[in-house]
Structure formats: C-alpha cells, structure tokens
C-alpha cells in the first residue's frame, strides 16, 4: 500500500466534497506557502497540494484517479508522482487557474472539462501515425528530387519523419505519466528534427507541458509558434489556443485567457472554457520612472 496519495495530501477522506476538498486546499495553503512560512520543506509540500488540488478539484481527473487507485489493489493509497495526465486530442490539459505567486496562489473549481483524456491521446497518436505513413508514401513514390540527387533521399526523410513521430508519441507518453521534465524534452528533441509537416502538432504539445511546469511565458511562445503554422491545421489550432489559455490564465491575465478559450471553442466545440468569474487578474508592473526633483 503506497502512502501520500492527493487524499492524505489534503487531509479528506475519499468520499469528500468538492467544498471539503477546496476548504482542506486553502487551509493547506494558508499553512505551508513559502511566502509566509519559514520551513524549508514548505515549497515542496505546496507542491504537492497543489498536484492533489488540480486533480481532486476536476470531476474527470478525479475519476480517473479514483479509477488508478482501484487498479492498484487500494482504495485509499496512491503514490501522488502517478498523477493522471490529461492530454485532450494531441495534447489538451485541464483548465489552469491564474496564480500571481510562484503558481500558489488560491484556485478555483472549473466547471467543466473536455471528453476523457484516454481517448484523445489515442486519436493524437494515431494522427501522427497517419501523417508519417501518408507523407512517407508520397516521398516513396516522387523519388529524387533533381538530376544528381541521390537515390536514398525519400528513404532519409521518410526515416526522419518517423523518428519524429516516434518522438512526439513519447513525449506525449511521459506528460501522461506526469514526468513533464522528461516529456518536454522529447517534444524539444522532436522539434530539433525540423519536419516542419509535424512543428505545429509539436509545438501545441510543447505548449501544454510547460503550462504543466508553471513556464507560462515559454507556453505562450510555443502556442503562439503552433498557430504560425499554415494549412488545414483546426485540431493543432485549437489546442495551441486553448493551452494559451491555460498560460495566460496562470499570470492572471484574464482578458486574455478568456479571448484564447473563446478562439479554442469557437475551432472546437468541445474546449468548454473554464469558469474564470472567480479569477483575480494581476496588475501589471508599472514601468513608470519618476523624475528626480
């Protein structure tokens, strides 16, 4: 029986309310933030009750939580490092909510979410397969691509797009693992290979993951490079807006997030946006320099 699942993290039972769990989450949260508590393990444990919060707070993460720790053969431990991922078409991760401080601060319950994650992590994969297959047979079939070229120029793009694929599969394999580290790093690695047919789906995935690791601005920039991308590209298009969302939303930059959902929902009627009423957006810096007297 493995200990520290979300539950003994926040303190509830596992039949708690939504109201319990976000009461236990503010208590938790006014005890251990690193801004007012002195105790070295004090960011690590936000940490953690900020993984349990996320998912416990989410009627689908929470299921499928729920689900993980039946499978186990417990019904009250779970080790919290097996967090249900939640990856939603190539890469659709759960509402974020805006936080000011270190990625800390108070969050507030989402309303709703898109369809189960397991299912569109399937169809993201298989889409990437799809690509590999039908732009390797076209490679295959044109063959050199001038007089002196050499002959096994399809085979060397056909094998690069491959690789990349198989990158992209892994990378959204370990992000379902919740090694987000890890994940990223695939994803970069994918995107070092410079199949420019796959940068969109690559960079939408790459987006995701850094909201995942509170690297907002670095989310935005990928989301914003995915969107670059031209073509018949709605699938790619939509995630990449709805995770700029999710970035945005984290910095507390409301107005924003909220027109980001609004393009992800207007491409995909399935991106609900999240219920932000509660959100407090955050004042931006004054670059003001006031001149001696």
């Given at each position: 029986?493995?200990?520290?699942?979300?539950?003994?993290?926040?303190?509830?039972?596992?039949?708690?309310?939504?109201?319990?769990?976000?009461n236990?989450?503010?208590?938790?949260?006014?005890?251990?933030?690193?801004?007012?508590?002195?105790?070295?393990?004090?960011?690590?444990?936000?940490?953690?009750?900020n993984?349990a919060?996320?998912?416990?707070?989410?009627?689908?993460?929470?299921?499928?939580?729920?689900?993980?720790?039946?499978?186990?053969?417990?019904?009250?431990?779970?080790?919290?490092?097996?967090?249900?991922?939640?990856?939603?078409?190539?890469?659709?991760?759960?509402?974020?909510?805006?936080?000011?401080?270190?990625?800390?601060?108070?969050?507030?319950?989402?309303?709703?979410?898109?369809?189960?994650?397991?299912?569109?992590?399937?169809?993201?994969?298989?889409?990437?397969?799809?690509?590999?297959?039908?732009?390797?047979?076209?490679?295959?079939?044109?063959?050199?691509?001038?007089?002196?070229?050499?002959?096994?120029?399809?085979?060397?793009?056909?094998?690069?797009?491959?690789?990349?694929?198989?990158?992209?599969?892994?990378?959204?394999?370990?992000?379902?693992?919740?090694?987000?580290?890890?994940?990223?790093?695939?994803?970069?690695?994918?995107?070092?290979?410079?199949v420019?047919?796959?940068?969109?789906?690559?960079?939408?995935?790459?987006?995701?993951?850094?909201?995942?690791?509170?690297?907002?601005?670095?989310?935005?920039?990928?989301a914003?490079?995915?969107?670059?991308?031209?073509?018949?590209l709605?699938?790619?298009?939509?995630?990449?807006?709805?995770?700029?969302?999710?970035?945005?939303?984290?910095?507390?930059?409301?107005?924003?997030?909220?027109?980001?959902?609004?393009?992800?929902?207007?491409?995909?009627?399935?991106?609900?946006?999240?219920?932000?009423?509660?959100?407090?957006?955050?004042?931006?810096?004054?670059?003001?320099?006031?001149?001696?007297?």
């Amino acid at each position: 029986m493995v200990e520290n699942n979300y539950y003994d993290i926040l303190g509830v039972k596992k039949n708690a309310t939504t109201k319990e769990i976000n009461n236990a989450y503010r208590r938790l949260t006014k005890k251990w933030h690193p801004d007012h508590c002195k105790d070295p393990s004090a960011e690590e444990k936000m940490i953690a009750i900020n993984e349990a919060i996320n998912v416990l707070r989410d009627p689908i993460l929470r299921k499928n939580y729920d689900e993980q720790l039946e499978l186990s053969g417990s019904s009250d431990k779970k080790d919290h490092g097996e967090t249900p991922y939640n990856p939603q078409k190539t890469y659709k991760p759960k509402p974020q909510q805006s936080h000011s401080k270190k990625s800390y601060s108070k969050k507030t319950e989402p309303k709703k979410t898109g369809i189960p994650h397991k299912y569109i992590l399937a169809i993201g994969i298989i889409f990437v397969i799809c690509i590999a297959v039908i732009i390797g047979v076209i490679l295959t079939k044109q063959g050199p691509f001038g007089a002196g070229a050499p002959v096994n120029i399809s085979a060397n793009t056909t094998s690069t797009l491959t690789s990349t694929g198989a990158l992209y599969t892994k990378s959204v394999d370990l992000a379902n693992a919740g090694n987000y580290q890890e994940a990223l790093d695939a994803a970069d690695q994918a995107l070092a290979m410079n199949v420019t047919s796959l940068t969109g789906l690559i960079q939408s995935n790459r987006a995701g993951i850094l909201v995942m690791l509170h690297r907002d601005n670095e989310a935005i920039t990928a989301a914003d490079a995915a969107l670059a991308v031209e073509g018949n590209l709605t699938g790619v298009h939509s995630i990449a807006w709805y995770n700029k969302g999710n970035a945005l939303r984290a910095l507390g930059r409301i107005a924003e997030a909220q027109d980001a959902y609004n393009h992800a929902y207007a491409l995909d009627n399935t991106l609900v946006p999240p219920d932000m009423s509660a959100d407090v957006p955050v004042a931006p810096v004054s670059t003001t320099i006031k001149s001696p007297s």
